[in-house]
Structure formats: C-alpha cells, structure tokens
C-alpha cells in the first residue's frame, strides 16, 4: 500500500480556459463508425 496522498483535480470547461494554460484534456466518445471498404482512390 502506497502512502503518496491522492491527487485531486480540477474540472474546468473549455470555454473558461486562459490562452498558453497547459491541461489535460478528457471526452467521451459518444458515437464512433468503424473504418469501411470504398470504392475511392486513396
């Protein structure tokens, strides 16, 4: 068992972050389409 106390984090909205603010960002992946054959050039 480690004794290093745990690290509590802030949750901010984007829209109420400073310019040059270093963060870690977090989501949800709501919906997701799996990649597919076409008939495309690429």
Do not use: D, R, W
């Amino acid at each position: 068992m480690s004794l290093v106390p745990a690290t509590n984090y802030i949750y901010t909205p984007l829209n109420q972050l400073k310019g040059g603010t270093i963060v870690n960002v977090y989501g949800v992946v709501k919906f997701f389409k799996p990649p597919y054959l076409s008939k495309g050039t690429e």
